[in-house]
């Protein structure tokens, strides 16, 4: 009966608003039936009212709302600042409130497990799906830095996390040297006071629950997961994850000031932003059901979001408290260079430090100077690129055998966040997109211009359709398709010929060099046949090393980008010289 009133409410959906709640901004979308189909009419857009001296999200998605409000006419709040659903005759209100959040901070983790490169990566990248931060850990392993009870002791009460995840031990395997693990953490939590002790979440050899539980004695919570490794070459990390996430929504969700409102309104339960923004681009994936892998990446404030799906599986990675505003001062402090590379200007390390500093303070400003947009350019590489490198772990087995110090190939590859949508330049979005991604082959970028991405995911949870049509109806961009050959090559050696015949008519043909980025002309809304002759020994993404082929594609906001500076990109050592590539580069790409 219950399953019939949803699908009841489900077809008297006509217009749906969805609230992104983010670290800086709240960003609050209108969809409406426009011509027969669902699409994207309105956005507004608020500080996010989290912290002092609001602490009310409420707040934050009605002043959002009123922005939406003043732009298309309708009215959607009451007299009392109440969301008026269901949407009425006249057109005032909504049918549908759908609720994003990703404002609260991470959970604090610290990893205790046994051998570095099996149970502990396994556990790593378990985290890394979810609005989680490891801050610590903890290792019995001799060759990765053993630690001593007392030193492990020293770390939890240190850290202060407000989980201590254990793993250890193949099901049937390790027991001793795992429970030693649990014992320090007994330890540790009775030298802290009840509330302030960490969670205990055991997911080693399922053998040893009993005893683990035993051993804890109701000194503080615990939970178990699945094993993250039952077996040497097998991983698990479903069990953990989904743990983490429900505690996220107990610890932070639940605890939202001003949530219960905004649950109320909503309905659907408030939803993590990653977690909507992943679904949409296994979405996209089921679309075409292609060979080719496709990737998502959505640069936040606070967080850099990674989203793959190969053959319909999914491989989230969130990297909390590392985004366009939050991270890269920290980035900077342990390896100034690794950001500095990518700024076109000269500029030292207390420049850079002083103006990430000041976007910490105030993240929701805008650069106002080039040095300021070329900096928040490279941290958004370095956020990426660094996103990137934790995920690749989890897609191993998905690598080509030929080049698997390489990404898989991915098409397509949406590219989410505020520095990217907002770039002065198309063409500066997709350089940092090949910067950072770096892909292979034959890929087509998409650019979310108006932070649907997340919104769309969220739909799809209270009305598929509406999510299907509005993504079909332009809501999401395409930047540019782009060719990348890789293969062995010197610099200024023909590796590639390209021809274009246009569908409204005419051709052009080019001969592409080995280290060149050469951008043709291709607009938004053409189509065109795409052929590709590559020297013996380049691959193109079509086969195999020397493969040619026509391909149809389509234009986008940058164009065509033929990107043969070779994979992996490496940039020159001398400063002056990197810095005339980078500032090359831009050029080539128009920006």
Not at 36 to 63: M, N
Not at 177 to 182: A, T
Not at 454 to 475: M, Q
Not at 554 to 572: K, W
Request: proline share 7%; charged share 25%.
């Amino acid at each position: 009966m219950e399953d019939d009133v949803a699908d009841m409410a489900e077809e008297g959906i006509r217009s749906i608003l969805v609230a992104d709640c983010g670290t800086v901004l709240t960003k609050v979308v209108l969809l409406d039936r426009v011509a027969g189909a669902y699409r994207f009419v309105a956005r507004g857009e608020a500080l996010t009212t989290l912290d002092d001296p609001w602490q009310d999200v409420i707040l934050g998605i009605q002043h959002a709302i009123e922005q939406i409000e003043e732009t298309t006419g309708r009215v959607l709040l009451d007299e009392r600042g109440t969301l008026i659903s269901p949407e009425q005759e006249d057109g005032v209100g909504v049918d549908g409130f759908v609720g994003l959040v990703s404002a609260p901070p991470p959970l604090r983790v610290v990893l205790a497990g046994l051998v570095r490169d099996l149970s502990l990566a396994s556990a790593e990248r378990a985290v890394a799906g979810t609005y989680s931060q490891v801050v610590g850990l903890i290792t019995r392993d001799p060759r990765a830095g053993w630690m001593s009870e007392e030193e492990q002791v020293r770390l939890i009460l240190d850290r202060e996390p407000e989980v201590v995840c254990i793993v250890g031990g193949t099901d049937g395997g390790a027991t001793e040297p795992v429970l030693e693990l649990v014992s320090a953490t007994v330890l540790a939590c009775s030298m802290l006071e009840e509330g302030r002790r960490p969670l205990v979440l055991f997911a080693g050899n399922k053998a040893l629950r009993e005893p683990v539980v035993k051993a804890v004695g109701g000194l503080t919570e615990i939970r178990s997961a699945d094993n993250v490794r039952p077996e040497p070459d097998v991983e698990q990390q479903e069990g953990v994850r989904a743990e983490l996430e429900a505690f996220y929504n107990e610890r932070r969700l639940a605890r939202l000031p001003g949530g219960e409102w905004f649950q109320r309104w909503s309905m659907t339960p408030l939803t993590p932003t990653a977690s909507a923004f992943a679904q949409l681009i296994r979405y996209i994936w089921y679309l075409d059901e292609l060979p080719k892998g496709t990737l998502g990446i959505d640069l936040g404030a606070a967080h850099t979001t990674v989203a793959a799906v190969f053959d319909g599986d999914l491989y989230l990675t969130v990297r909390a408290g590392k985004g366009a505003a939050f991270g890269g001062l920290e980035r900077l402090e342990e390896d100034p260079e690794s950001i500095l590379r990518w700024v076109p200007t000269p500029m030292d390390p207390e420049t850079a430090r002083g103006i990430l500093l000041n976007k910490e303070a105030f993240p929701w400003t805008v650069p106002e100077v080039p040095d300021e947009l070329w900096l928040e350019q490279a941290v958004a590489r370095e956020m990426i690129w660094e996103a990137m490198r934790v995920a690749e772990g989890g897609w191993t087995a998905r690598k080509s055998r030929r080049y698997p110090h390489l990404v898989p190939q991915f098409d397509p590859i949406l590219l989410s966040g505020g520095v990217l949508a907002g770039a002065p330049r198309p063409g500066q979005a997709a350089l940092i997109a090949l910067d950072a991604i770096q892909p292979v082959g034959i890929s087509t970028l998409l650019l979310d211009l108006h932070g649907l991405a997340p919104v769309l995911g969220g739909v799809a949870r209270l009305k598929p359709l509406a999510a299907v049509e509005a993504l079909d109806g332009g809501g999401i961009l395409n930047l540019a398709t782009v060719v990348t050959p890789v293969g062995r090559a010197r610099k200024g050696e023909v590796i590639l010929r390209v021809r274009i015949q246009y569908e409204r008519g005419g051709e052009l043909e080019l001969e592409v060099e080995q280290g060149s980025l050469e951008v043709l002309p291709l607009p938004l809304g053409e189509e065109a046949i795409l052929e590709l002759r590559p020297r013996g020994g380049i691959d193109v993404g079509l086969g195999r090393p020397g493969k040619g082929g026509r391909q149809r594609v389509q234009g986008g906001l940058v164009g065509l980008i033929i990107d043969a500076r070779g994979r992996p990109l490496r940039l020159p050592d001398d400063p002056e010289e990197r810095r005339a590539q980078v500032q090359q580069w831009l050029w080539d790409v128009g920006g």
